[in-house]
């Protein structure tokens, strides 16, 4: 039997429809769906099977034993602390986020006001619509910090729904944010300023997408199925100071933005390089000192 008691989700947004779909599907006792416009908590309730009632914002709080709001980062502090003052929120119930950013500790109203054990619960996927977030939450790693007792119920609820749980250290949530960050939305910005950088080459824009876009994709496959020093290949990797040269030289007609972003990347691909031993490190000062020189 599973000790995850009664759940109440307030932001019937991407994630929290998911997440309540899932947990309907494993069985759990989703009780409430919360949201300021009734059609979304309706929209969101039907989608779940219609087993959750959709309630206003303090009548779902006071619904659930484990209370999941899903609303966007900068809503969370203000919601918890309005609910918490109008003791929405059951005494000694666990409430918790879903922002990965923010660490548990912006919902202390709850466990000051309510005493409840508070923590953040963060699915470590890209979730661009709430079909692929429930498609794609299998095998997710989430991760979750905060009260010993409320993280001890977030990692049972993340193994009922298919994910991998990791319990976090809350001083280390917003660099696990940032490491996440460049990650993903990084990666669409290097792919972005590749695209550019064969636009001024003379390539076309569609072209170059596509081309590019079956170099990222192996890539991103070797990055992830070895260690990063392992699948490093190119000119860095190579020793080859001539080319990087050349780079440089041929983005000097470049935006300033995309010559600062290869050289900054460069540096941190030529101790990438010396751990995975193909370059010494005469080499790598050799590197380095083109890649600081001045344009």
């Not at 809503?75 to 950013?101: K, P, Q, Y």
């Amino acid at each position: 039997m599973s000790n995850i008691p009664s759940i109440a989700i307030i932001g019937p947004g991407r994630l929290g429809t998911a997440i309540g779909v899932l947990a309907v599907r494993a069985g759990l006792n989703v009780t409430a769906v919360g949201a300021r416009n009734q059609a979304a908590a309706v929209r969101a309730a039907q989608a779940m099977g219609g087993r959750p009632r959709p309630l206003s914002l303090h009548a779902a709080a006071a619904d659930g034993r484990l209370v999941l709001l899903t609303v966007r980062d900068d809503a969370i502090e203000a919601l918890c602390r309005d609910l918490a003052s109008a003791d929405a929120f059951n005494s000694g119930a666990i409430v918790a986020h879903c922002s990965g950013s923010l660490a548990a500790d912006i919902l202390r109203p709850a466990r000051d006001k309510c005493r409840c054990a508070i923590a953040s619960f963060h699915p470590l996927q890209t979730f661009p619509t709430a079909d692929a977030a429930i498609q794609r939450f299998a095998g997710v790693y989430c991760f979750c910090e905060g009260d010993r007792r409320a993280t001890d119920v977030l990692v049972e609820l993340a193994k009922v729904l298919g994910a991998k749980p990791v319990v976090l250290p809350s001083a280390g949530k917003a660099l696990y944010h940032a490491a996440a960050v460049t990650a993903c939305n990084y990666l669409t910005t290097l792919m972005d300023s590749a695209v550019e950088m064969c636009v001024h080459a003379g390539v076309e824009r569609e072209t170059a997408h596509a081309a590019l876009g079956v170099l990222l994709t192996t890539t991103a496959a070797n990055a992830a199925a070895m260690d990063p020093a392992d699948a490093l290949t190119g000119p860095i990797a190579r020793g080859d100071v001539g080319t990087v040269r050349r780079h440089l030289a041929a983005l000097a007609d470049c935006p300033a933005d995309l010559r600062q972003l290869y050289r900054a990347a460069g540096k941190r691909t030529v101790s990438l390089a010396l751990r995975k031993e193909t370059i010494d490190n005469h080499t790598a000062e050799a590197l380095r000192d083109i890649l600081n020189s001045t344009p």
